[in-house]
Structures are given as structure tokens and as C-alpha cells.
């Protein structure tokens, strides 16, 4: 299953890092585990190291374990080195496209949104949350959705900055892939190669 329905900022904590693409809200308050011992210092073996980055992407991307892994799979088939391959495949996604784009506040919004048929892809209906965006594709909300709840608060969420690669449009609700983004686009701390050496010792 890969929409998480639990508690989203104690999965952050968990994790030790803000994950903006699943949660609004932020850590800085509690930033340690949850849970009774949370505070108390713990070596993390590498194994926990790998895990922990693997998760940080399962999480704030709204991925499935069995998605992840084909993604893996993916990146490491091509010419790219595999984690910037990963990284870039991931961003890709259409629901990510629209959250960064600043159409909704989360990524599992955004998934709605698509989801609910509320996006258009070069001008038409689609509904596949992991649609895989190419350069000069232009994403844009519905208009009949345009002004709708999920949007505006997407667009008042004034504490995440417009993706590089995207030429967005806020007024007229589009954004433009300007070109494919790379692994400086994601919005939060990850040791990618931690993510691909947990996957070699499984595939």
C-alpha cells in the first residue's frame, strides 16, 4: 500500500528530517523519536543508516515498497549513475509535478488531485499519479478547479520555492517543464547512494 494514513509528523521525527512533500507541519519543536526513550542517544548500525534514507523517499513521495524497488531497478539499468537516475525518475511523477508546481500543499494532495481527474497534461484529462512528466510537457489545473480549496492552499503555502526546472504560471494555474530535474531538486536531506546500496544487497 503506498498512501501512509498514520501520524505524519511523528514518522518525521522518526526519521530525524522534515518530509514537505508528506506533512505541512515541521519537527524544530520535538526534533528527536518519538516515543519514551526518544531522547536518549542510539548508534544506528549502517543497516539502520540504509534504511532510514530508503524510507525518508518511501515517505515523502507517497511510494510503495514494491514501487520503490522497480524504480531501483529502472536507475540502475541506465547509463546514469543510479542514484541521480532515481532521483530524477521520482520527481518526475505527475503528483510531485503538481505539488511542486505549488498546485496543493502535499504530495498526497496532489495525488488526489490527479487522482479525482482535476489535472490536464498538454491540455488533456489525465488521472495516473505516477505519469512520468517529459521536458515541455505543460501541466495545468482544470478550470473548473482552478479557484477550487486544495489549490488555493496549495498556492498560500509560502514556505516552499517553486522547483528550477518548472516554468509555472501561478495566475493562469500551469506550470512547464523547462527541463528534467536532477538530484539537487529534492527539498530534503538524503544520502541517495544509502538508498541504492540497501537495494543491492536485495535485488
Known amino acids: 500500500m503506498s498512501r501512509y494514513t498514520g501520524p505524519r509528523v511523528k514518522k518525521m521525527r522518526a526519521l530525524g528530517t522534515d518530509l514537505p512533500g508528506l506533512s505541512v507541519k515541521k519537527i524544530e519543536k ?13 548508534k544506528i548500525s549502517e543497516y539502520g543508516r540504509r534504511l532510514m534514507e530508503k524510507q525518508k523517499l518511501r515517505f515523502n513521495y507517497g511510494l510503495s515498497e ?24 521520482i520527481e518526475r ?3 510531485n ?11 498526497p ?3 488526489q488531485l490527479v487522482s479525482h481527474g482535476h489535472i490536464l497534461v498538454n491540455g488533456k484529462r489525465l488521472d495516473i499519479a505516477s505519469y512520468r512528466v517529459r521536458t515541455g510537457d505543460k501541466i495545468s489545473v482544470k478550470p473548473s478547479h482552478a479557484n477550487s480549496q486544495p489549490v488555493e492552499q496549495g498556492l ?14 501561478k495566475e493562469q494555474r500551469e506550470a ?11 527539498m530534503f536531506t538524503l544520502d541517495v547512494q544509502l538508498v541504492v546500496e540497501y537495494y543491492s544487497q536485495r535485488l
Open 30 to 42: 520535538r526534533p528527536y523519536p518519538p516515543g519514551q526513550h526518544g531522547q536518549a542517544r542510539k
Open 66 to 89: 514494491s514501487h520503490l524497488r522497480r524504480l531501483v531497478v529502472e536507475a540502475r539499468g541506465s547509463k546514469t549513475a543510479a542514484g541521480k537516475k532515481l532521483l530524477e525518475l
Open 93 to 95: 511523477r505527475l503528483d
Open 97 to 107: 509535478v503538481v505539488f511542486r508546481a505549488g498546485f496543493a500543499r502535499t504530495i
Open 109 to 111: 494532495a496532489a495525488r
Open 156 to 169: 498560500s503555502r509560502a514556505d516552499l520555492p517553486v522547483a528550477p526546472w518548472l516554468d509555472v504560471a
Open 176 to 186: 512547464v517543464v523547462k527541463e528534467l530535474p536532477d538530484e539537487t531538486s529534492i
